[in-house]
C-alpha cells in the first residue's frame, strides 16, 4: 500500500500503513459467550470472513451449541457510532469500516430477504433505514406505508411487461425533440453510411440507406444481407426478434421514428461520421428481462401493504376565532443581552397578518416566557398551507454595538429607539398537519442557525419546516397550540370549498363581472399580463387582475401565475372563487407550468394542476428540468405530495430518469434539512425499482474508492514529487479491490456508457489546488471508444450543473427554431458533498495550450493570432478544414451569446477549450450571473463576452477583412440572441426554482435580476437588439484586455503537459 498516512487508528484508510495484502486482527463476540480473536484479510468479504470465523470455532468449546452458519449474521459499531446489522454479507469489511475491528454474532429475525433489502438501500442512500423505523412521526409512518403500496402496484405493473416493452423501461431511446427537416442543409446529399454488426458472430455490413428508414427497415436490410452472403436468402426471419444498439454503449434504437431522430444518428450526421450500430438478437434482451422480472416475482411474494385508515373530516369553516398560541420557553438559546421571539403566519412569500413580537427576557441559556401570541387572523382565513414563522434575535443597546463583535453581522437592524437587534436562530412549522388537522397542543421546534440572504424581519417562510435534528447543540423554542374545541378541527374538504364557492357565485353573480372592465382596463390588463415573473405588482394591479378573472381565464390563461398573486390568501372566501375558477382554467403547457412550482404559489391544489400539465411532458422534457423539479420538492411541506409522486412515477416507468432522480436526491443526503424527505423519496425509489439497487450500488462503491485515492494524492502530494504521487495513485489502482470496484458499471454521467476496464496508466490527477483525477477506461463492447471521467471531490459541482443544462436548454431552443451552434454540454453530476464527476470532451485542447505549443515564449503567446487557426489546419485537411471553421464559427457565435446572457465569469483561456473538429466550448463555471472575478476592487473582466482576434481570424478563414463571413457570424449571434429573449421567462422562472439549492452565486432574487438586464426584459425587440450590438461592438474593441489577463494567466500557469 503507498506510503501516506492520514490517521494512525484509522485502519479502514486506503493510506493506511496496514498492507492490502495483509490481515487484520479481528475480535469477535459469539452468542455462546466464547470469545475469539482471529486475523482475517482487510479486503475480505463478510461471508468469507463468517466462513473462517466458523473454521476457528470448532476448535472452541460450546461450538455445538451453534447453530446453522447462515441463521446468524455480524453486528458491528460503525463510523457514527450506531450499531449496524452486516446483512449484506457480499460487502469487503474495508467497505463496512467497524469503528473498531469488532464483530458481535447475532442470531437472524425471520424476513432475511426482507432485511437485506432494507440493508442495501440504507448503505446505498446513505441513512440507515433503522433510522426512519425508530421515528415517531405518524407522517414518516403513513408516508412509507403510502409509498409501499404505490410500489407494489407499480412492480405488478411491470411484472406483466413483453421483452420490447421491458427495453423501453430500462433502455428508453434517446430521440430529439425538433424535427430534422430545420437542418436540411446538413442532410447528406447521398444516403447515409450505416455500419451494422452482428453481436452473436461479429460480422459486419456497411448500407446506405436513407436517414428516414426507421429501425426495423434496417433490421430487415441487414438480417436479408447476411442470409444472402451464406446462401440462405430463402430462409424465413422476423425482423421484430432482434433490436439495434450502438456500438459501444447500452443505447437502443428501437420504434416507429426515423433513424434521423435519435439522438446518436442525428449527432452522426452532424458531425460527417458514419454511425456503428450492433444488431442485437432478442433472446439476449429477453435474459436480461427475465432476471429482473424473476427478482421483482419474488419480491410480490411478500404481503400487500395495508392503506391507512381516513380520518373523519370536521372543519374550519364556521371558526370565526382569533389565531393564537402560547410562547412557553426557549432552551440553549446562548445570548448575553436580552432576547425577543417575533413570529408570523406565511402563505408564500405573503405575510397574512402582522407579525407578532414577545416581550424581552433575558437570561442564560434557557428563558421562560409563558405569553400568548394573538394573531390578528380568524381560523376560517388560515389557508391550507400557511406556515408559522418564527426568529429568535437578541436586542443589544446601540451604545454596545460598538463595544461587540462576537454578535456582528450584516443582517443588523437598527430600530428608531436606538436598539440593535441580530439573528439568533429561526424555526418554521406547518399551521395544519400532512392530515389537514389544525395542530394543537405542545411542540418542540429545534431552531436553525444559519441565515439566508433575504429576510423579512429576521423571518425566513423559504425556510423548511423541518425542525434541525441536530437537536442536542440547536436553540429550541417550546410552544403550544391553543385548543378551540373538544373535537378534532380541519381545513374544509375540497367539495366543501366548492360548494361555498357556488354560494358565494349565486350571490355575487361573479360571472357577470367578465368584460366588465372596459377597453382600456383590458389593455391595461394585457400590459401586466405581458410582463416577466421578475415584475412586481402594485394593489391597484392585483385588484385589477382579480376583479378581470375571468377575462384572464378566456384571454391570458398563462398569467395564472400572476392570478394567484392577486388572490387575498387570508380571506376564505376569495380562495374558494379561485380553486372553483382553478377548476375551469385550461391545461398550461408544460413550460408555463413549472413557474407554479416555485415558493410564491404553495396551495396544494394548485401545485395539483401545476403536475397535472407536467405529466404531458415526454420523458425528453423531463428530464430537462428534472434539476428544478428535484430542488422545488424543497417546497412541499409535507412528504406526501403530487410532486413527490409524480417523480417517482416517471422514475419507475423509465430507468433512464430514475438514474438521475436518484442521483439528484442522493447528492444532498449530506444536508440535515432535506435529508429526511430525500431519504424516504430514495428509499420509495429503491423499493419499486430494486432491480436497480446492484447497478447504483456498483457506482456508489466506485465514487467512495475514487474519494479514498483523491484523498490519498492530496496527502502525498504535500510529501512527495508530483511523479512519486503518480505511482502512488497507479499503485492503487492497481491493486484487486480498486481494479474490480472500478470495472464493468454503467457511468454515473450517462447510464448507456460501460466504464469497463480502467486504462490504469493513462490514469493522473490534475494540477488545481483539489487534484482532480483524469481516469480513463478502454470499452469492452465492440466498436467502443476509451471513456475519460474526470473525478473532483473538494468542489461544488451544482453551479457548473446549472450552467450546463441551461446550456442544453439554449441548444434545444436555437434547434427548434432551425438553428444548430454546435453546443457542446458535457456530462456533469453531483454525487455527493463537494464531489461529482465531469465528462472528458475526446480530441480537445485548451486555448491556452494551444498558444503555448504554437509559441516560443509564454509572455507572446496570448497575442499569436494564428496560432489557432494553424492547430486546426494541423488536425484537419481540404474539405474537413472549411468544416472545422464552420464548426467553429458556429459554436463561437452560441457561446457568445450564451455566456454574455448568462453571465459567465472567469473566462480565461484554460477555460475555453476547441475540439479537433473546430467546436469551440467553455468549461468551469464557477461565476455565473455576473458575478466577475475582481483585483484591488478592479474587475478584471472588462468584456460582456469573450471574442478575440484570434477567433476572428478563424472565423474569417485567415483573409483579413473577410466582411461576408464575419457578417453571418454576426448575425448568427443576433438570431441566437433574439431566440432566447423569446424564452426569458422560462429562463428565470428556472433560475428562480434554484433558489433553494444554496449555490452562492444564486440566493436571491436579486441575483436573478441579471438575466432580466441581459436579455432586455421590458424593451421592444428592436431596443434589445440594439442593446446587444452595443454589446457587441464592446467585446470587440474591449479584446485586447482580454488578451492581456491570459497573458498574465499563460505566464503565471505554463500548461504545457
Not at 448575553?336 to 421571539?341: L, Y
Not at 388537522?437 to 440572504?453: E, N, R, T, V, Y
Not at 492547430?871 to 467553429?888: H, M, S, V
Not at 472588462?942 to 483579413?960: E, M, N, S, W, Y
Request: glycine share 4%; aromatic share 8%; net charge neutral.
Amino acid at each position: 500500500m503507498p506510503p501516506a498516512m492520514t490517521d494512525p487508528l484509522d485502519i479502514w484508510a486506503v493510506d493506511s500503513q496496514i498492507p492490502a495484502d495483509n490481515s487484520i486482527t479481528v475480535d469477535f463476540l459469539l452468542p455462546t459467550g466464547i470469545y475469539i480473536q482471529l486475523d482475517v484479510p482487510r479486503e475480505a468479504t463478510i461471508d468469507q470472513i463468517k466462513m473462517l470465523l466458523w473454521r476457528q470455532a470448532q476448535t472452541y468449546p460450546l461450538y455445538t451449541v451453534l447453530g446453522e452458519k447462515d441463521s446468524y449474521m455480524f453486528q458491528c459499531v460503525n463510523q457514527s457510532a450506531v450499531h449496524e446489522e452486516l446483512e449484506d454479507e457480499s460487502r469487503r469489511l474495508c467497505d463496512v469500516r467497524p469503528f473498531l475491528p469488532v464483530l458481535k454474532l447475532v442470531a437472524r429475525n425471520c424476513n432475511r430477504s426482507e432485511r437485506l433489502l432494507d440493508s442495501k438501500i440504507g448503505v446505498l442512500i446513505g441513512k440507515g433505514l433503522h433510522e426512519f423505523d425508530a421515528l415517531t412521526d405518524p407522517e414518516v409512518r403513513e408516508f412509507r406505508s403510502k409509498m409501499r403500496m404505490f410500489n407494489e402496484e407499480k412492480m405488478l405493473k411491470l411484472q406483466g411487461l413483453s421483452w420490447m416493452d421491458w427495453l423501453k423501461h430500462s433502455f428508453p431511446p434517446e430521440l430529439e425533440s425538433t424535427a430534422f427537416n430545420n437542418f436540411e442543409d446538413k442532410l447528406p446529399k447521398e444516403n447515409l453510411v450505416v455500419a451494422v454488426q452482428f453481436d452473436s458472430c461479429q460480422e459486419n455490413f456497411s448500407f446506405q440507406i436513407s436517414p428516414n428508414l426507421n429501425p426495423l427497415d434496417l433490421n430487415e436490410l441487414a438480417i436479408r444481407k447476411q442470409l444472402t452472403i451464406h446462401g440462405k436468402e430463402n430462409e424465413e426471419f422476423n425482423p421484430r426478434d432482434f433490436v439495434l444498439r450502438v456500438s459501444g454503449k447500452q443505447e437502443y434504437l428501437f420504434g416507429e421514428q426515423p433513424l434521423i431522430q435519435f439522438r446518436y444518428i442525428r449527432n452522426c450526421v452532424l458531425k460527417g461520421s458514419n454511425p456503428q450500430l450492433t444488431l442485437v438478437d432478442c433472446c439476449t434482451i429477453k435474459e436480461m428481462c427475465d432476471r429482473e422480472m424473476s427478482a421483482i416475482g419474488v419480491a410480490l411474494h411478500r404481503k400487500i401493504s395495508n392503506a391507512p385508515l381516513p380520518l373523519p373530516p370536521k372543519s374550519t369553516t364556521s371558526c370565526y376565532i382569533p389565531f393564537k398560541m402560547l410562547l412557553i420557553r426557549g432552551n440553549k438559546i446562548n445570548a448575553d443581552e436580552a432576547v425577543q421571539v417575533r413570529a408570523g403566519i406565511f402563505h408564500g412569500t405573503e405575510l397574512l397578518s402582522k407579525s407578532v413580537v414577545s416581550t424581552e427576557v433575558s437570561g442564560k441559556n434557557d428563558l421562560v416566557w409563558n405569553e400568548i401570541l394573538d394573531f390578528e387572523i380568524n381560523l376560517c382565513d388560515l389557508p391550507r398551507m400557511s406556515r408559522l414563522c418564527f426568529a429568535v434575535y437578541g436586542v443589544m443597546d446601540k451604545v454596545k454595538k460598538q463595544k461587540s463583535t462576537k454578535n456582528a453581522s450584516k443582517y443588523q437592524t437598527i430600530r428608531k429607539a436606538g436598539k440593535v437587534h441580530y439573528p439568533i436562530a429561526w424555526v418554521n412549522t406547518m399551521v395544519f398537519d400532512f392530515r389537514a388537522q389544525l395542530k394543537s397542543g405542545d411542540l418542540d421546534l429545534h431552531c436553525w442557525s444559519s441565515f439566508p440572504d433575504e429576510m423579512e424581519d429576521m423571518l425566513n417562510p423559504m425556510g423548511t419546516v423541518q425542525t434541525n435534528p441536530y437537536s442536542e447543540n440547536a436553540a429550541s423554542l417550546h410552544i403550544q397550540f391553543q385548543e378551540y374545541s373538544k373535537s378534532v378541527i380541519y381545513y374544509p374538504a375540497f367539495d366543501k370549498i366548492l360548494e361555498k364557492a357556488a354560494e358565494i357565485a349565486r350571490s355575487n353573480d361573479t360571472l357577470s363581472m367578465s368584460g366588465r372592465g372596459g377597453k382600456k382596463l383590458h389593455i391595461e390588463l394585457k400590459e401586466i399580463m405581458e410582463r416577466d415573473p421578475l415584475s412586481q405588482l402594485c394593489e391597484n394591479e392585483m385588484d385589477l387582475i382579480w376583479t378581470l378573472r375571468y377575462d384572464c381565464r378566456e384571454n391570458f390563461p398563462q398569467s395564472l401565475p400572476k392570478l394567484l398573486l392577486s388572490v387575498k390568501w387570508s380571506k376564505h372566501e376569495d380562495v374558494a372563487q379561485l380553486q372553483a375558477l382553478l377548476q375551469i382554467w385550461i391545461k398550461l403547457c408544460p413550460r408555463d407550468a413549472l413557474e407554479l412550482l416555485d415558493f410564491n404559489y404553495p396551495d396544494q391544489y394548485v401545485r395539483e394542476y401545476a403536475v397535472k400539465c407536467l405529466k404531458e411532458m415526454s420523458d425528453e422534457e423531463l428530464s430537462q428540468y428534472l434539476l428544478q423539479l428535484v430542488q422545488v420538492l424543497k417546497y412541499e411541506p409535507y412528504f406526501d405530495c403530487a410532486l413527490s409522486r409524480f417523480l417517482l412515477e416517471r422514475a419507475q416507468a423509465n430507468r433512464r430518469i430514475g438514474h438521475f432522480l436518484f442521483w439528484h436526491l442522493r447528492s444532498e443526503m449530506h444536508l440535515p434539512a432535506t435529508s429526511l424527505q430525500f431519504g424516504l423519496i430514495l428509499e420509495s425509489y429503491c423499493r419499486g425499482s430494486f432491480t436497480h439497487i446492484k447497478e447504483l450500488s456498483k457506482q456508489m462503491e466506485a465514487l467512495s474508492k475514487l474519494k479514498a485515492i483523491n484523498n490519498l494524492v492530496k496527502l502525498s502530494y504535500l510529501k512527495v514529487t508530483r511523479t512519486k504521487v503518480k505511482e502512488v495513485m497507479n499503485t492503487c489502482l492497481k491493486q484487486p479491490v480498486y481494479t474490480e470496484a472500478l470495472s464493468d458499471l454503467q457511468s454515473p454521467l450517462n447510464p448507456s456508457v460501460i466504464l469497463s476496464k480502467l486504462n490504469v496508466d493513462k490514469c493522473k490527477f490534475m494540477d488545481s489546488k483539489m487534484k482532480p483525477l483524469w481516469i480513463l477506461y478502454n470499452n469492452k463492447m465492440s466498436g467502443g471508444e476509451p471513456v475519460g471521467i474526470i473525478f473532483k471531490n473538494g468542489d461544488d459541482l451544482r453551479q457548473d450543473m446549472l450552467a450546463l443544462q441551461i446550456l442544453r436548454l439554449m441548444d434545444m431552443l436555437w434547434k427548434e427554431a432551425g438553428l444548430d451552434l454546435r453546443i457542446v454540454p458535457y456530462g456533469c453530476l453531483a454525487t455527493g458533498d463537494k464531489s461529482g464527476l465531469i465528462e472528458v470532451v475526446s480530441a480537445s485542447e485548451t486555448i491556452a495550450n494551444i498558444q503555448l505549443t504554437n509559441s516560443n515564449v509564454a509572455a507572446t503567446a496570448a497575442f499569436n493570432k494564428d496560432a489557432l487557426l494553424n492547430w486546426l489546419k494541423e488536425k484537419n485537411t481540404g474539405d474537413a478544414l472549411d468544416r472545422a471553421i464552420e464548426e467553429f464559427t458556429l459554436s463561437c457565435a452560441g457561446y457568445c451569446v450564451a455566456t454574455y446572457v448568462l453571465g459567465i465569469g472567469d473566462r480565461h483561456s484554460d477555460n475555453i477549450m476547441v475540439r479537433e473538429t473546430g467546436q469551440l466550448f467553455h468549461i468551469d463555471f464557477g461565476h455565473i450571473l455576473g458575478n466577475f472575478k475582481s483585483k484591488f476592487g478592479i474587475k478584471r473582466e472588462r468584456v460582456p463576452f469573450i471574442l478575440t482576434h484570434d477567433f476572428i481570424h478563424v472565423i474569417q478563414q485567415g483573409k483579413p477583412g473577410n466582411a461576408e463571413k464575419f457578417g453571418r457570424f454576426r448575425q448568427c449571434c443576433e438570431e441566437a440572441y433574439l431566440i432566447l429573449r423569446k424564452n426569458g421567462n422560462l429562463f428565470i422562472t428556472l433560475f428562480a426554482l434554484m433558489l433553494t439549492a444554496g449555490l452562492p452565486e444564486l440566493s436571491s432574487v436579486k441575483d436573478i435580476q441579471y438575466l432580466k438586464d441581459s436579455l432586455a426584459l421590458g424593451k421592444s425587440d428592436d431596443e434589445a437588439l440594439k442593446q446587444f450590438r452595443q454589446k457587441f461592438d464592446e467585446a470587440l474593441r474591449e479584446s485586447w484586455t482580454t488578451k492581456v489577463n491570459w497573458m498574465a494567466h499563460i505566464v503565471a500557469k505554463d500548461n504545457r503537459s
